[in-house]
């Protein structure tokens, strides 16, 4: 199998954070760019240290949770051949993909946030960013909110909000190749919508050679840039293979998402595909890839939770 071993090398954590709403207010269908506005102003006012000076000459830019996570540019001319203009963000928000858009106050509310790499450090920087951005409130009717808690994915607390306490449990997913049979069908279900570059008008264009194409990248960006290893493998040999599968069945469609832009108090409208395929093939070699793939997430703005999907063997 392609990377049975290195996937393991890029640790991934799962939080839920438990939000309580201080307000009636009404979501949008995707709540995760009502969320991500606003987030990064709320980090820098928590850990900068020199507000008036900008990150580019500030002297304190290496140590910064906010400039590491922000404002990082690449000056390494081999990261540059490699296609990055700047590294890709350590986290991804993942909001509830229920369909309820109107909430009372005093209605809770669950959002996951998954950390990639040396970034998991910064967990206690993320949650005082959530317990600021709660004062601020959140979307066009700038609802507020307390955190209530956060949680690791199976229930033990990692933060209690009330008494202010972190607890020292191990929130890494672990992740296993030893026991996989023979795949030779895989079902690919976009959760939320999945903007690939490569993608043009026709979503029938959605190759699983172009899916593996974009998570070598997302992959390898990650792993380059928050651990100290680097990603070698035949490239070219994985993306040939890939073309060799071929698509069974598709279910595809675009999917037009709102975005709220806090800054210009603005909404911007993002599309990306939503739906099903199934790819059929000699398949086995490639799950590695795609399973680290439904947590680091897939193409563009991932970062509030786009690019989500789940495999089906």
């Given amino acids: ?29 995707f709540k995760g760019g009502v969320f991500r506005s606003g987030f990064s102003s709320a980090l820098k006012k928590i850990s900068c240290l ?12 290496s140590k910064c949770v906010y400039s590491l996570l922000f404002e990082a540019k690449i000056n390494n001319k081999e990261y540059r051949v490699l296609g990055f203009a700047e590294p890709p963000r350590p986290f991804v928000l993942e909001p509830s993909l229920d369909e309820k858009k109107v909430y009372q106050a005093g209605d809770n509310f669950e959002i996951y946030i998954l950390i990639f790499g ?13 317990t600021e951005l709660g004062k601020k409130g959140v979307g066009q009717t700038k609802a507020k909110y307390d955190l209530l808690s956060v949680e690791t994915i199976d229930g ?5 909000a009330h008494t202010q306490t972190f607890y020292n449990y191990d929130s890494t997913i672990k992740l296993s190749f030893d026991n996989i049979k023979e795949i030779n069908e895989v079902k690919i279900k976009f959760l939320t919508p999945t ?29 380059l840039f928050y651990t100290d290893k680097k990603l070698e493998c035949n490239f070219d040999e994985i993306i040939n293979e890939a073309g ?32 099903e395929v199934v790819y059929e093939g000699e398949l086995t070699k490639f799950y590695p890839l795609l399973k680290i793939g439904e947590y680091i997430h897939i193409g563009r703005n991932t970062t509030f939770g786009l690019g989500k999907y789940e495999i089906v063997i």
Wanted: aromatic fraction near 12%.
């Fill in 195 to 223: 903007r690939i570059k490569t993608i043009g008008e026709s979503t029938k264009d959605v190759t699983f050679q172009t899916i593996i194409k974009s998570l070598l990248r997302r992959f390898s960006g990650l792993l």
């Fill in 244 to 275: 060799k599968i071929s698509i069974k069945f598709s279910d595809l469609k675009w999917a037009e998402i709102e975005k709220y832009l806090m800054l210009q108090n603005t909404v911007v409208k993002l599309r990306g595909i939503v739906g």
């Fill in 156 to 160: 033990k607390p990692i933060y209690d």
């Fill in 1 to 29: 199998m392609y990377l049975k071993n290195t996937v393991t090398y890029l640790p991934v954590a799962k939080y839920k954070f438990v939000l309580q709403l201080k307000q009636d207010t009404i979501f949008p269908d």
């Fill in 50 to 61: 020199r507000k008036k000076e900008s990150c580019e000459t500030c002297s304190q830019k």
């Fill in 118 to 130: 040396n970034s998991i450090q910064f967990l206690p920087y993320l949650v005082l960013t959530f």
